[in-house]
């Protein structure tokens, strides 16, 4: 099993519609969760961090099952701007560390 | 917001040279920094950590011979693809983590080697 698994998509949606995305990862000592974005050939800006209580910021709202192992982003009224790369990334311990990405799942809103 | 860069953004080089990338964090002070490199269509992968002051660790599978980091300061870090080859086309990502576990990434450097 992979360490952090997403599906590739892409997910193409209109604006306006609501998506959501969803990645699972193997470490269940897993201690931070985070959700970036990645634009075609640039590097990954941080979108969220997960908590486990889930968590909103603006449009985007993430939530985390650690008993299932799962993580979730959702997106409503989605903008053409959204159109990304969604990587899902976990760190195994607390304190910076390693990050481990998932390959990121594809994003296109269309007018 | 904390900034690291990267330079330079883009090499074309021929096989058999080697190409040094620099980053740097340019508000803030990293002890550590991290080299990923990524394929098309595919995840970021860790290559090692940088260490200021000490050895670089690299993950398995990365030779250290053939990418040599060096961390000169606490804001810099330097990879160098030594007898780069076409396999080492890639585009390489450096991170440095500020306060807990928030990292900042730099632009990237596309490397094409000919």
């Known amino acids: 099993r992979k360490e952090v698994e997403q599906d590739p998509g892409p997910f193409n949606v209109p604006e306006g519609a609501t998506v959501a995305f969803n990645c699972t990862y193997s470490n269940s000592a897993s201690q931070s969760f985070f959700w970036y974005r990645q634009d075609c050939r640039k590097e990954p800006k941080l979108l969220m961090s997960?908590?486990?209580s889930g968590n909103e910021d603006g449009r985007f709202t993430a939530q985390l099952n650690r008993a299932s192992q799962y993580i979730s982003l959702l997106i409503r009224d989605s903008k053409l701007s959204d159109s990304a790369t969604y990587l899902c990334?976990?760190?195994?311990?607390?304190?910076?560390?390693?990050?481990?990405f998932g390959k990121g799942t594809m994003l296109l809103v269309s007018p | 917001g904390a900034v690291v860069s990267q330079h330079p953004s883009r090499v074309i080089c021929k096989s058999g040279t080697s190409v040094k990338i620099e980053c740097r964090s340019l508000?803030?002070?990293?002890?550590?920094m991290f080299w990923y490199r990524q394929f098309p269509k595919q995840s970021l992968m860790l290559m090692a950590t940088s260490n200021e002051g000490s050895k670089a660790t690299y993950e398995q599978g990365v030779e250290k011979d053939k990418f040599l980091i060096n961390h000169a300061s606490l804001t810099l870090s330097t990879l160098t693809v030594t007898s780069a080859h076409p396999e080492d086309s890639s585009f390489y990502i450096c991170s440095a983590p500020q306060l807990t576990d928030t990292q900042y990434f730099g632009p990237g450097t596309r490397l094409t080697v000919l």
């Open positions: 508000d803030f002070q990293a002890t550590t």
């Open positions: 997960v908590y486990s």
């Open positions: 990334v976990v760190n195994p311990l607390n304190g910076y560390s390693t990050l481990t």
